[in-house]
């Protein structure tokens, strides 16, 4: 079975621009979550979609934005960048049933903003 | 400020050597997860604990939750330089939320 996939794998942006990130989940999984990864933060909650709704959604500006489309493969948008927004983002998917919460993650997007 | 604290930041060992890494935090968890996390990829899942005082064993690694289910501990045995990786606890809450540990950074030197 194939695990998440995410697109592009790098990225350079300048302030002010805008950027769309891809994720592919795992075959059967309807759970996606987005989180951002610096060094002086760590891995942050950004927002989780399951079955095309946002389920959860971390403490981020409303420049951070997502969907989730009906095959569960999902999108984060980011809107006039900051210096700040460079970071490696990451996908999870789960399967999201029974009592534990289980995340695959993909490989992430690392994203520079300069 | 982290919801989970974990500890040590950092630690290197030589190979060989035993470790233990802590995940901590005052908030009570429904479930709690370990990954080990390398240079370019993502976190990838290592165990899942769910019963407090629940203890499971990974080959030579040893992962405990506590009675109270607020923290959790990893244990590694012989590590050796494949070990090495940045270690991330993350905590589920009762409002589904996943909340991560900052980390600790783990080297072992053949």
């Known amino acids: 079975k194939a695990g998440v996939t995410q697109t592009p794998r790098y990225l350079i942006k300048t302030r002010g621009q805008q950027v769309t990130l891809s994720c592919s989940p795992i075959?059967?999984?309807?759970?996606v979550s987005w989180y951002q990864q610096t060094p002086g933060q760590g891995l942050q909650f950004l927002f989780e979609?399951?079955?095309?709704?946002?389920?959860n959604k971390g403490n981020f500006p409303g420049r951070f934005s997502g969907r989730q489309f009906s095959n569960s493969r999902s999108e984060m948008n980011v809107s006039t960048l900051e210096l700040g927004d460079s970071a490696l983002y990451l996908c999870?998917?789960?399967?999201?049933?029974?009592?534990?919460?289980?995340?695959?993650f993909g490989p992430g997007t690392r994203l520079t903003v300069t | 400020t982290q919801l989970l604290e974990q500890s040590p930041q950092f630690l290197s060992i030589q190979e060989g050597e035993n470790l233990t890494v802590y995940c901590n935090s005052s908030?009570?968890?429904?479930?709690l997860q370990w990954y080990r996390q390398e240079p370019g990829e993502g976190p990838v899942l290592l165990v899942t604990?769910?019963?407090?005082?629940e203890v499971k064993k990974l080959k030579r690694l040893t992962f405990q939750f506590g009675d109270a289910r607020k923290d959790s501990s990893l244990h590694i045995t012989a590590a050796q330089p494949g070990d090495t990786g940045l270690y991330l606890c993350?905590?589920?809450?009762?409002?589904?939320?996943?909340?991560f540990g900052a980390g600790t950074r783990l080297t072992v030197k053949p």
């Open positions: 999870a998917s789960s399967l999201r049933q029974g009592g534990t919460y289980e995340q695959y």
């Open positions: 075959s059967g999984h309807r759970s």
């Open positions: 979609y399951f079955s095309e709704t946002q389920r």
């Open positions: 908030s009570v968890f429904s479930s």
């Open positions: 604990v769910v019963t407090g005082g």
């Open positions: 993350a905590g589920e809450g009762w409002d589904n939320d996943m909340r």
